[in-house]
């Protein structure tokens, strides 16, 4: 079977199914060869990384919930959702420890 993608240069698919002993060696060796030591290693210090947001793109978001006022309101919610969350797991400990039940 050979394949199409390319228009300048055919090649030869060999399944693994029908592919003998010596091509899969082959093709394990071609594929798992380090040409390079530095191949496949993170080189770069992410903490070098100069990341920063502009007021544009704060900007940009604030409009995607409409107002300031509704961005605002949602973080509040947010921020009283998990106080909630967290009194409700506070709550059960404490009910759980109590012996004079």
């Not at 399944?15 to 080189?43: M, S, V």
């Amino acid at each position: 079977m050979t394949s199409t993608m390319s228009l300048k240069k055919t090649k030869t698919i060999v399944f693994p199914i029908k592919a003998t002993l010596a091509d899969k060696k082959k093709k394990l060796i071609e594929y798992g060869t380090i040409n390079d030591k530095d191949e496949g290693k993170i080189i770069d210090d992410d903490a070098e990384d100069d990341a920063s947001i502009e007021w544009k793109t704060v900007n940009k978001l604030i409009e995607y919930y409409g107002h300031w006022s509704q961005a605002a309101l949602l973080v509040v919610l947010s921020g009283v959702l998990i106080y909630l969350r967290n009194l409700s797991g506070y709550q059960i400990g404490k009910f759980a420890e109590d012996t004079a039940l």
